[in-house]
């Protein structure tokens, strides 16, 4: 699981790293309603996961428990994945194309001079949607075997090209348009790669048609829930975008994705934690170790808590500031409480990955899917009140507001499913030292604050000292020896055993 999360995080961290610099260079080519039309194209790609019917984490948990048993009937899973997971593409592409009418015109606030190139921007993106699906349901035969080497390989290039290409052609003075035809044909090839690379890895180098359809009903069985989780799931993390580019129309659409985008770079560690226990979770409960599954999701618990406080504590205290360096004054004028709250939900969101792990891993789909579904009723009218009452700023309380309840609710599905792990001494020990630093550091960053307009130095001073503090107090007494060592393990790349 160490050596997973090293590969899944820098995987995700490499292409975060150079959005921060190129994000910019977009923002400034484009403008902001013209940057609000792209971050629309983004939002529109995400929300099309509601026709993965589940079947992505249906094929992470399959392969898992096959490779767990040997390999037995893993040609078939993979096969039924593509196969499945492809034609869903097709439908919701087709779908796409023929509604992009009624989205322009109809659904999103679009000045009348942008919606000729709007509409083409969106039809294009429509052929985007079957070959993302393929690539997804490659990648998750890959993390499910495991092969996490492979996947994050495939990973960097993809997720660079997506920051990469609309920098570049947007500098050189080309269409949204232009921009959407380089992207497909640079997914494209990479899907045709990672098609190769799991005929190789995975299926022995004979690709096929499943034999039957035995496999998809039986995957069907699992992701049912999964479906409604998958469904829903896109249409809950993206509403909020949704709702300021509905109602308050693409230009603040765009001031608000420049915040979000910046809190979502902090979601990369818990979705780091999530991938790489996933398919370990779901290979222990093959197994019937189910408490070692508690031990290892309440040790990961821990380590993320203290990964995450920092960074977002930080993003709270000096969120307007960061956005004036990032994209420039009328963003953090714009944005900047925005982000300030979104901070706040990053940290409750990316808690509620853990245990929304487990209850994959451990083949209880059907209460993420209950939740969801009780989430959306509350949820979307909530949101719409709130953008409607205070703009981006009510979109981000609305969406931290979620995260908040989606840690409550997954927390208390699973307990209620297997129970608490008991704390022994040391774990309760190691907790009240990780608060008690927390402590430290938050009074550290307030006095930061309050030196920020007397003395700059002086505060980034106190703010080094609080987090240089907090790294050796979180390292020497918060993680335990076995955790140290795996820890090292990442830094130094080698397999570290934890027992």
């Not at 390989?153 to 500098?171: C, D, F, N, Q, T």
């Not at 963003?331 to 409480?337: L, R, Y």
């Not at 979109?395 to 979620?402: D, E, H, I, K, L």
Request: proline share 4%; hydrophobic share 55%; aromatic share 10%.
């Amino acid at each position: 699981m160490a050596r997973n999360s090293a590969l899944y995080f820098t995987s995700l961290a490499l292409p975060a790293i150079a959005a921060v610099f190129l994000v910019r260079v977009t923002v400034h080519a484009l403008g902001a309603s013209r940057f609000g039309l792209l971050a629309l194209a983004w939002a529109v790609a995400e929300g099309s996961g509601i026709f993965d019917f589940g079947l992505g984490r249906a094929t992470v948990r399959f392969v898992a428990d096959s490779t767990a048993r040997g390999r037995e009937g893993l040609r078939e899973i993979v096969l039924a994945s593509f196969f499945s997971q492809t034609a869903a593409g097709l439908v919701a592409g087709t779908l796409l194309f023929l509604f992009v009418q009624v989205l322009v015109r109809r659904v999103f606030t679009i000045p009348a001079a942008a919606i000729p190139e709007a509409t083409a921007m969106l039809r294009v993106l429509a052929l985007h949607l079957p070959v993302l699906f393929a690539s997804a349901a490659l990648r998750a035969a890959l993390e499910g075997a495991q092969r996490f080497d492979i996947s994050a390989g495939l990973r960097i290039p993809s997720s660079l090209a997506a920051v990469a290409v609309p920098a570049a052609l947007a500098s050189a003075g080309y269409s949204l348009v232009a921009i959407m035809w380089c992207l497909l044909a640079v997914r494209l090839t990479l899907a045709l790669v990672t098609a190769t690379l799991v005929s190789r890895t995975l299926l022995g180098g004979r690709w096929g048609v499943p034999s039957g359809w035995r496999t998809l009903r039986e995957m069907l069985g699992y992701s049912g829930w999964v479906a409604v989780s998958t469904a829903l799931g896109p249409l809950l993390g993206s509403f909020d975008r949704f709702s300021v580019g509905s109602v308050i129309g693409v230009t603040g659409l765009g001031y608000y994705t420049g915040a979000a985008e910046a809190a979502n770079r902090f979601l990369l560690i818990p979705a780091t934690a999530f991938s790489a226990l996933l398919p370990a979770l779901a290979a222990t409960d093959s197994r019937g170790a189910r408490d070692r599954a508690l031990i290892a999701t309440r040790a990961a618990r821990r380590q993320l808590a203290a990964l995450l406080f920092p960074l977002c504590l930080t993003l709270f205290a000096f969120a307007p500031d960061l956005l004036r360096v990032w994209l420039g004054p009328a963003f953090a004028s714009n944005a900047g409480p925005a982000l300030v709250i979104l901070s706040v939900g990053v940290f409750f969101g990316g808690l509620a990955h853990l245990p929304l792990a487990l209850l994959y891993g451990s083949n209880r789909p059907d209460l993420p899917a209950k939740i969801h579904v009780a989430e959306v009723m509350v949820h979307l009218p909530f949101t719409f009140l709130l953008v409607h009452t205070w703009g981006i700023t009510g979109a981000a309380v609305a969406w931290t507001v979620r995260c908040a309840a989606d840690l409550t609710l997954y927390e208390w599905a699973s307990r209620r499913a297997f129970g608490a792990c008991d704390f022994d001494v040391a774990e309760w020990t190691r907790t009240r030292r990780l608060l008690w630093a927390g402590v430290g550091l938050a009074s550290a960053v307030a006095g930061s604050v309050w030196l920020h307009h007397g003395s700059r130095s002086g505060a980034v001073a106190l703010v080094a000292l609080g987090l240089a503090v907090y790294a050796a107090v979180g390292w020497a007494r918060v993680l335990s020896q076995a955790e140290r060592h795996a820890w090292i393990g990442i830094l130094l790349g080698t397999r570290a055993s934890v027992q």
